[in-house]
């Protein structure tokens, strides 16, 4: 990739050829240095400072007293700032857009893309700001008051995976800022200028309205290091982890061991179910997408597809000429549809599980292969992929980071919703049909596990308004809309008594 795009990236954001990765307010690190390698050629971007275990310490003080400070302004105000927050992102989305295409390898309709999810979760937590609602309450006693309150919760960590580098972290941020808390920052160490360059939008913002930089605290560091710190901080009232379920399962142990809350979003093993009576032209198509979108990196992604036995020899014929007129290449040029994968240990997984679903008995239908005419010699370019396969290989049942969709037939619904639900994770899910029956069996409670599930929609691709998270091993969290922001707060019971004489509750009478 030409240096001309690096430096047309880079510098109106502000990002140095060495930037500090800690941010309390000011800038600063003094860590180890951390090259960060562009996926698309496999060259450097720019270096980072990354935080030390001391330099934890200082941002998690700053966040703590920011959050003493912050918590005091009225909700509606502190809405009022996020909505600047979401204006400044608008004005950067171009940019930050082709930053995120830049570091994670993602096309750039998907990076922008995400940056709009940026400004969407902003303009919803702004409505929020003015609907933290509690409820009043009868009380049993008489000239009593009962009422629940929400109250901020305090500095909240938020670890955040490679794959949408800048929008889980808005998702949580903007949230928790109305809520009353400060957060701070623990981004994938594979793209960490995307989250040094939204800090950098976010805290302007918070300087010109006087408020301190700290509410949004960032650290960029090693998991083992800094990001244990940070789960093991008793200040960190929650952590909003996203990742690996290897790596949730570990914050949900040490954070549960000292009674913390957690937010865990972790790894998919998505579905589509596609009926012999549904419009096969849309199945097609949202299969592609949620197979091939973002190489194949998306906790959402679609890594099954469950077909009724009618319809499988069709649907798998046409879905190998789609793939087969996929355009691969520099996420950066128009019409590309698949850009690189992260990094060359995904090029690894990928190999790894295509060999090991052909051992288990899968047959490769298409791809499986590095890309021969790909645009750079960085070793990142693979070409989508799809086999046949039974869901109970060992293979089918985990979650490989990379693009290869598994295809198998089904007989009848009863059978399609019970292959779909066996696997341990339970994110995302899909079914494509036109008949009521099998739609409606399908999200009823004998239907999809799944957090999300959707009837002629794909797996990935969900709107910021719906509380977004899966069950299972994928971890049981939620978060952006719907009621997640009481996540980021206490509730409060609060009775109030102004009767003359005291009352005690269940009639107790207790009198000298
Ligand atoms: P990962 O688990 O390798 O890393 C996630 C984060 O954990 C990174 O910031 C990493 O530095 C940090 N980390 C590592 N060790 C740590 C430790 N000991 N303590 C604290 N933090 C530590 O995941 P990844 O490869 O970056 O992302 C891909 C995974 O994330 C996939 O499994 C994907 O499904 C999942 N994911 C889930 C969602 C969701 O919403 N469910 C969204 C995006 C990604």
């Known amino acids: 990739m030409p240096d001309k795009a690096r430096k047309e990236i880079l510098k109106p954001l502000d990002i140095e050829e060495i930037s500090p990765g800690a941010f309390d307010g000011e800038w600063f690190g003094s860590g180890e240095p951390l090259g960060v390698i562009s996926p698309i050629d496999g060259k450097p971007i720019a270096t980072v400072t990354q935080a030390s275990e001391e330099d934890y310490e200082r941002v998690a003080a700053a966040a703590y007293d920011a ?47 995400e940056v709009q999810e940026m400004i969407d979760v902003c303009d919803f937590a702004v409505g929020l700001s003015r609907q933290l609602y509690g409820l009043t309450l009868k009380s049993e006693r008489p000239d009593h008051r009962m009422m629940e309150q929400w109250h901020p919760l305090g500095p909240i960590g938020v670890i955040s995976a490679f794959n949408f580098p800048v929008a889980v972290w808005a998702w949580n941020f903007a949230v928790a800022a109305v809520c009353g808390d400060a957060t701070i ?71 549960g061991a000292r009674l913390g809350k957690t937010i865990l979003e972790l790894g998919g093993n998505n579905a589509v179910i596609v009926s012999d009576r549904c419009n096969i032209t849309n199945a097609l198509q949202t299969v592609l997408f949620g197979a091939v979108g973002t190489a194949g990196q998306r906790c959402t992604s679609t890594r ?40 060359t240990a995904c090029v690894e997984a990928y190999f790894a599980a295509i060999e090991a679903c052909k051992k288990e008995g899968g047959e490769l239908l298409y791809g499986g292969a590095a890309y021969a005419d790909a645009p750079f010699d960085s ?112 509730r409060q019971t609060n009775t109030i008594s102004w009767a003359k004489e005291i009352h005690l509750a269940q009639g107790i009478k207790f009198e000298l």
């Open 185 to 255: 920052w623990k981004p994938s160490s594979k793209v960490p200028l995307t989250a040094i360059a939204s800090t950098k939008i976010a805290a302007e913002v918070l300087k010109e309205n006087g408020v301190p930089g700290a509410v949004a605290s960032l650290v960029i560091g090693r998991g083992k290091d800094v990001g244990e710190r940070l789960i093991n901080d008793p200040r960190v009232r929650l952590v909003s982890f996203t990742g690996s379920t290897v790596m949730g399962k570990r914050v949900g142990e040490v954070v």
């Open 67 to 113: 959050f003493l400070e912050w918590r005091a302004i009225p909700a509606p105000k502190r809405g009022e700032i996020v909505r600047l927050i979401g204006n400044a992102l608008r004005e950067k989305k171009e940019l930050l857009g082709k930053l995120v295409t830049l570091e994670m390898g993602k096309i750039l309709a998907e990076g922008e893309g």
């Open 379 to 490: 070793g990142t370019y693979v070409v989508p992929t799809i086999m046949e396969a039974e869901n109970r290989y060992d293979i089918v049942q985990r979650e490989t980071f990379a693009p290869i969709l598994y295809v198998m037939p089904y007989s009848t619904i009863e059978e399609a919703v019970a292959l779909h639900n066996g696997v341990p994770q339970g994110l995302s899910s899909a079914i494509f049909t036109d008949d009521v029956y099998e739609a409606e069996y399908f999200v009823s409670d004998r239907g999809s596990d799944c957090g999300i599930a959707n009837v002629n929609i794909g797996t990935s691709g969900a709107e910021i308004g719906g509380a977004f998270g899966g069950e299972k091993e994928t971890g049981g969290g939620r978060e952006s809309g719907s009621d997640s922001w009481k996540q980021y707060m206490f």
């Open 304 to 343: 099954r597809v469950i077909i009724q036995e009618k319809a499988f020899e069709e649907f798998v014929g046409k879905l190998v000429g789609t793939y087969q007129q996929v355009k691969i290449g520099n996420p950066l040029d128009d019409g590309v549809l698949v850009g690189p994968v992260i990094d």
